[in-house]
């Protein structure tokens, strides 16, 4: 288990090189990689599933494990996906022989150290901000406590553009934003903000996404900011348990029929936080926030939050946080370096004495939490 991960931990190797070796060809992944090449020789990339094994993107190959540990040269391995996909790859690197910060790393931690070594800049992997928390859906596990409102927050173009100036004179890059609610769909506001986000941060941004259950059909004027802007929608099915197939098989033919790029998760398994009907009480916090490692932060009210269900969940009014929990973005003088190191390690879990105040109640996303509800279970008339 990672119990921290710190500017400092990785040698000279990681800090000079200029070619790197990809673990894990998943989603995060695919929106890392085109950045990662504007810097870094990306000979090929480690995949296990034989259906990605010889596939190849972006001109990359993607090779097995076992092909790739049988090459000369030995380059530097970032694995690239959640914790536990991070645990998992490690186990079979670790029994191949290789050593953890020597031979490999998680990416949040590489982007953080070698930016900042060379370049003196600060980059990101995932950032979310949340536009309205109003939803066509009322999911009784909803991960942002969306059922929990009882007055509902939407976000105005100012606050959104406040929100990304502050973050965006801190941050240099950042692989990807995400846009997301409730339903982000229900702002109409939402082609303006990511009109905003693109012309004034775009070269600065990996990729700009929304996330959606597909229940809202977007219409012309935010299918052309799709297309111009290049935003890929990430499309939540909870058909299984919601009767909206026809809805969203709709949304799809629109995203295809505009070449707007878009993916749909119908494998949606959602884990039982517990918080804030049935809480859990960890001892080890500090164990329990590591094991579960959002792999994005969240940026509200010009605040990053290593885990942005804890603004969400503030905002809701079931939680009062603590001034530790989030890291005032307006407060950091940019060219002050100690205070800019604060908020990268802050961004990559803080030091191995701190923990989120709310981890403590929320079970979270990790292998230590086994109970596990069906996504997208909508609550009863009456409830919440």
Known sequence: ????????????????????????????????????????HIPYIIDNAP????????????????????????????????IGVYKSISEMLSKAGLKEYEDYCLLDLFVAEWYWHNRKQVHLVEVHT???????LKCKNCNMFMPY???????????????????????????????????????????????????????????ISVITNGTILPDDRLIDVFKKCNVRVHISDYTS??????????????MADNDIEYRTNSSLVWCDFGFPDNSFNFNNVRNHMMECFPIFRGINDSKLYFCHV?????KCGMYTLQEEDCFDIKKIDKFNE???????????????????????????????????VKAGLQADAGER
Not at 56 to 71: C, F, H, R, T
Not at 364 to 372: A, I, R
């Open 241 to 254: 348990t919601v009767p909206y197939e026809k809805r969203l098989r709709e949304f799809e033919s629109i």
């Open 338 to 372: 100690e205070q800019v190191k604060e908020f990268i390690n802050y961004s990559l879990g803080g030091n191995e004495k701190w923990s989120l105040s709310l981890c403590k109640l929320c079970g979270g996303c990790g292998v230590d939490n086994k109970k596990y």
């Open 51 to 82: 259906e990605k094994i010889g596939t190849v993107y972006n001109g990359i190959p993607v090779i097995s494990q076992a092909e790739a540990l049988m090459k000369e040269e030995r380059l530097p391995i970032v694995i690239i996906g959640t």
């Open 310 to 314: 804890a603004w969400s969940a503030e």
């Open 1 to 40: 288990m990672i119990k921290e991960l710190q500017l400092g931990m990785l040698n000279n190797r990681w800090i000079e090189t200029k070619s790197i070796v990809i673990y894990g060809f998943g989603v995060v992944a695919r929106k890392c990689i085109g950045m990662l090449s504007q810097d870094f």
């Open 149 to 207: 409102y009882k007055k509902h927050i939407d976000i105005t173009l100012e606050n959104f553009k406040e929100d990304m100036d502050n973050l965006f004179r801190v941050a240099d890059r950042i692989f990807s934003v995400g846009i997301l609610g409730g339903e982000p769909i229900i702002n109409k506001q939402l082609p303006e903000m990511i009109l905003y986000l693109q012309e004034n941060y775009g070269d600065r941004i990996g990729e």
């Open 130 to 136: 949340t536009i309205t928390t109003r939803c066509t």
